[in-house]
């Protein structure tokens, strides 16, 4: 005989216990969505973002290569006046701008002592010579003493001791004779130097040109020019043929040669360009903040301006652009766009010298040496095989591709590319950033379209 147990019914929920449940249905599926939010959230943060770039075509064209460099205008002749005797100054016919021809006078020094040196050398001339007559008359009768005795003792009817005596009188007359000539040519050589000193009283312009620099006042004592520097009175230029000498770069200073054209902008004239030559290059460099972080070193390149209607005064300042050389036709991109990576890692410069000090950290913490030496020869290893290379991004649909290229000349905006991309080619231009920094290749990239207004 089987027995049934029956389960009673449970009973049912009232309306507190309800309430109850349902509020912890809400907060479990609440914390549920969250989870899953966050969940959603990590993974497609892992999901690679696009690198908003912007792009030009590749494009052909004419790339003129420049140097940029500041100076002054100077006149190419300058010639600075100074006295070559001291004096004061008793006529000064010219003024600052004044124009003056070859010959003109410029100043006259005071000659009063250069007049009175001059006619004492001429008075020392004239004793010389007075003196010269009596030296000669005295040798003359030296001379015939002489003969009468070297006749007389060959006859034997003077001494050999007498004979001596004649023979000594005259040798000393004949040599007194030959130094009075030698003191009149003393005093001949002391009076030209007088003349020359009092010619050099006046001082004569040496070229046509225009007075650029007055130093000098009627009545100021001027000092000569000799073992120390003298008074400059004044500057005589010609300003009907200038020159821009400006400082260029020890950097660029390789690529600027004789007989380059430039255009030069003189700050006086605003945008007006001026059309040059270069004619002369320095051959000693100019440094400056030597020992600091300033140092520079500039070498002094002189450009003849050709085309110039207006006179121009020295010392403006100017800016040149040097054209030192010219591709015509060229496959070119913007500059911005040619970048630098490694050979094998696609990585930047800048990864890599992070990546250097990384392993240089590992190195100092690590107390086997034979490991680190291990360590060093195939990071150097490895360093050879990833030398730096010039590339640019293409945009292929929505990724970069990398491409190796090889380089020309560079303008202001533009760079020469000899090999590597076509015309027309979509390259990647920017973001510096983008470019420099972020894009490998096979990244994911996407038009920047504010980037390409």
Known sequence: MHQTVSTPAPAPLTAKQRRARRKKQIIFGSIGLVVLWIAVSIIWSKREKPIPVTTERAIRKTIMQTVSATGKVQPETEVKISPEVAGEIIELPVEDGKAVMKGDLLVKIKPDSYKALLEQQEAAISAAKATNLQQKATMLKAEHDFKRAEDLFNKKLISEQEFNAAQAAYDVAKNTFESSLHEIERAQAGSSQARDQLSKTTIYSPIDGTVTVLNSKLGERLVATGQFAGTEVMRVADLSNMEARVDVNE????????????????????????????????????????????????????????????????????????????????????????TIRTGESNLSPEEIEKKKKKLAQRDKEDNNAEFVNERAEKAAQKEEREKLAKVVFLKKGNKAEIVKVTTGISDDTYTEIRSGIQPGDEVISGSYSAISRKLKDGAKVTLDKEGMK
């Open 251 to 338: 950097n660029d200073i390789v690529n600027v040669k004789v007989g380059d054209k430039a255009e030069v902008k003189i700050d006086a004239y605003g945008d007006r360009k001026f059309h040059g030559t270069v004619y002369q290059i320095g051959n000693t460099g100019k440094t400056t903040g030597a020992g600091t972080q300033e140092e520079v070193t500039n070498f002094e390149v002189k450009i003849r301006i050709e085309d110039h209607d207006v006179i121009l005064k020295p010392a403006l300042s100017c800016t040149a652009e040097i054209q030192t050389n010219e591709v015509k036709d060229v496959v070119a991109v913007p500059m911005q766009a040619v």
